[in-house]
T-cell receptor, first 116, second 113 residues
Framework: QKEVEQNSGPLSVPEGAIASLNCTYS??????FFWYRQYSGKSPELIMS????GDKEDGRFTAQLNKASQYVSLLIRDSQPSDSATYLC????????????????FGRGTQLTVWP | GAGVSQSPSNKVTEKGKDVELRCDPI?????LYWYRQRLGQGLEFLIY????????KSGLPSDRFSAERTGESVSTLTIQRTQQEDSAVYLC???????????FGDGTRLSIL
């Protein structure tokens, strides 16, 4: 079982729409959750971090965390063509994993295209 | 402030040569990570350092790969006897602590001829 899974995409939405990106994780002890954006040929860039259940909003981005369902999502409102990129979900698998403490497990990413 | 700095940005070398990649983390960041990303693929964890603790080397793909870090400063990733399958972008990241967000450098694009 993969540690972190993302909807494989690609996802294509029109400009101005809401893009919804989903991620599930395997370890109930997970404590920290992150969304990264990666443009083609560039390195990942942190967009959001979330640590507790509920929603966290930052501008057009909202991260949602449900630890009971082991699910984290990213909503992008009023999507723009400049949002076109691969979005990576990353999970720190908690403080009880011994030698893996500190590792971030990344999903394979969801490619988003926003068309004008 | 300065971000994570990696050098060189590009490296082309012949199969069988050794290469050394450098990462300078954000000042004050105690944790440092190395990843590999092959073309069109996801991030592959290699190794991480946290302060003076023993590094987590569980992601290193073979004994040709090694990494060092002195204190909380620069790290070097060394690949000996390079093979064509080592061609990839090698990314370094650092974070304030192990449960904090990681910030990535621009990477080193390694090409093995």
């Amino acid at each position: 079982q993969k540690e972190v899974e993302q909807n494989s995409g690609p996802l294509s939405v029109p400009e101005g729409a809401i893009a919804s990106l989903n991620c599930t994780y395997s370890d109930r002890g997970s404590q920290s959750f992150f969304w990264y954006r990666q443009y083609s040929g560039k390195s990942p860039e942190l967009i959001m971090s979330i640590y507790s259940n509920g929603d966290k909003e930052d501008g057009r981005f909202t991260a949602q965390l449900n630890k009971a369902s082991q699910y984290v999502s990213l909503l992008i409102r009023d999507s723009q063509p400049s949002d076109s990129a691969t979005y990576l979900c990353a999970v720190n698998l908690g403080i009880f994993r011994g030698s893996t403490l500190g590792r971030l497990y990344f999903g394979r990413g969801t490619q988003l295209t926003v068309w004008p | 402030g300065a971000g994570v700095s990696q050098s060189p940005s590009n490296k082309v070398t012949e199969k069988g040569k050794d290469v050394e990649l450098r990462c300078d983390p954000i000042s004050g960041h105690t944790a440092l990570y190395w990843y590999r990303q092959r073309l069109g693929q996801g991030l592959e964890f290699l190794i991480y350092f946290q302060g003076n603790s023993a590094p987590d080397k569980s992601g290193l793909p073979s004994d040709r790969f090694s990494a060092e870090r002195t204190g909380e400063s620069v790290s070097t990733l060394t690949i000996q006897r390079t093979q064509q399958e080592d061609s990839a972008v090698y990314l370094c990241a650092s974070s304030l602590a192990i449960d904090q967000p990681q910030h990535f450098g621009d990477g080193t694009r390694l090409s093995i001829l």
